[in-house]
């Protein structure tokens, strides 16, 4: 079986991706298993950019096929920010439900058709030799005008999908993964992985 690093300290993120993986003979591992810590510093400024940055720097250290994703929510209305400073965007540590007050309270008077949203999500797989496969994955949404829903994280509960009439933080985490960004991304990656690494 194929080791392959995810280049994560999510332990959610590498049950999300074996679970995709499962019909491929591969074994997705976080850093902590391969016995690698180190943090890499995220100063790209797009998410491609630090996806490749992660990946390429495990790749280096462990000589293992490693893959790496970087995400985040762009609004419309505010240039596409957070974007990829969603985690630092109002500070590292505030608490969530602070952002988000924060958040919709500037969105207070903008009408639905400016309140378009998305979660993005890139992922990257860096291949020993030097080989670079980079996938895409994106949510379309709005901006609620209220903090709905307990589940998922970060930015959930006011990133509202029409379609589904609910926010992703109202979601089932099986529900979510099926339509979500990273869920794409991943989806997409293990169809190229194939294709690279021919039948593991
Ligand atoms: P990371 O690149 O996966 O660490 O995500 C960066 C940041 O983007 C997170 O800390 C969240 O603020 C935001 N984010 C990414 N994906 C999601 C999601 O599925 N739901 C809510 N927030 C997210």
Redesign the pocket.
């Known amino acids: 079986m194929t080791k392959i690093i995810f280049a994560?300290k999510?332990k959610g993120?590498i049950k999300e991706i074996n679970a995709i993986m499962s019909d491929m003979n591969v074994e997705v591992i976080s850093m902590e298993e391969a016995g690698i810590n180190v943090d890499v510093v995220?100063d790209g400024t797009t998410?491609q950019e630090?996806a490749i940055k992660k990946a390429r720097e495990i790749m280096e250290i462990s000589g293992l096929i490693t893959m790496a994703?970087?995400?985040?929510?762009e609004i419309d209305y505010l240039d596409k920010a957070?974007g990829v400073y969603?985690?630092r965007?109002m500070g590292e540590d505030t608490p969530?439900n602070i952002?988000n007050s924060k958040i919709l309270d500037i969105m207070k008077d903008v009408p639905e058709e400016k309140r378009t949203a998305r979660?993005?999500?890139v992922i990257a797989t860096a291949i020993p030799g030097g080989k670079i496969i980079t996938t895409k994955g994106t949510?379309e949404g709005i901006i609620g005008h209220e903090i709905k829903g307990e589940n998922?994280?970060?930015?959930?509960p006011i990133?509202f999908v029409p379609e589904y009439g609910m926010t992703?933080?109202e979601m089932a985490p099986e529900q979510?993964n099926s339509i979500?960004?990273?869920g794409k991304a991943l989806r997409l990656m293990k169809d190229e992985l194939k294709k690279e690494l021919g039948d593991l």
């Open positions: 994560t999510n993120k995220e998410f630090n994703d970087d995400s985040g929510l957070p969603s985690a965007y969530y952002k979660f993005v999500s949510i998922g994280f970060g930015y959930d990133f992703t933080a979510k979500s960004h990273r």
